[in-house]
C-alpha cells in the first residue's frame, strides 16, 4: 500500500492550490486520511482529515474556511484544496492513513512522501 503526494509549488500569497495524494490500495469504510504539514524547525502540524466511511470533514482552526478536503473514490485519490493561501502555510505537506477513523491521536500507519508547498512575494 502507498499514498503517493503531488502538487506542491511556489505561490504567492492570497493564490490557490490544489494537493492530490493517490492510494494505491482500496482504503476500507473504517480509515480516515489527513493531512498533516511540517513547516521549517517546527514540529507536525495536523491539517485536516475525512473519514472514509460516512465522509465527515475536520479542519484545524488554522485553515478553518480556507481549506477544503475531499476524496475522489473513483480515482483513489485525496485532495486538499488551498486557498487564500498565507506564508504561514508554507510547509511540507504529507497525506497519512488513520486506522479506525479520525481520533486526533495521530497514530497513522501509512504515509505519503511529502510535497514542498511555499508561500511567498
Known amino acids: 500500500f502507498q499514498l503517493v503526494v503531488s502538487g506542491g509549488c511556489m505561490l504567492q500569497p492570497g493564490w490557490s492550490l490544489r494537493l492530490s495524494c493517490a492510494a494505491s490500495?482500496?482504503?476500507?469504510?473504517?480509515?480516515?486520511l489527513n493531512w498533516v504539514r511540517q513547516a521549517p524547525g517546527k514540529g507536525p502540524e495536523w491539517v485536516s482529515a475525512?473519514?472514509?466511511?460516512?465522509?465527515?470533514?475536520y479542519y484545524a482552526d488554522s485553515v478553518k474556511g480556507r481549506f477544503t478536503i475531499s476524496r475522489d473514490n473513483a480515482k483513489n485519490t485525496l485532495y486538499l484544496q488551498m486557498n487564500s493561501l498565507k506564508p504561514e502555510d508554507t510547509a511540507l505537506y504529507y497525506c497519512?492513513?488513520?486506522?479506525?477513523?479520525?481520533?486526533?491521536?495521530?497514530?497513522?500507519?501509512?504515509w505519503g512522501q511529502g510535497t514542498q508547498v511555499t508561500v511567498s512575494s
Open positions: 490500495g482500496f482504503i476500507n469504510s473504517t480509515y480516515a
Open positions: 497519512a492513513r488513520e486506522p479506525g477513523g479520525a481520533n486526533w491521536a495521530g497514530e497513522y500507519d501509512y
Open positions: 475525512i473519514n472514509i466511511g460516512d465522509g465527515s470533514t
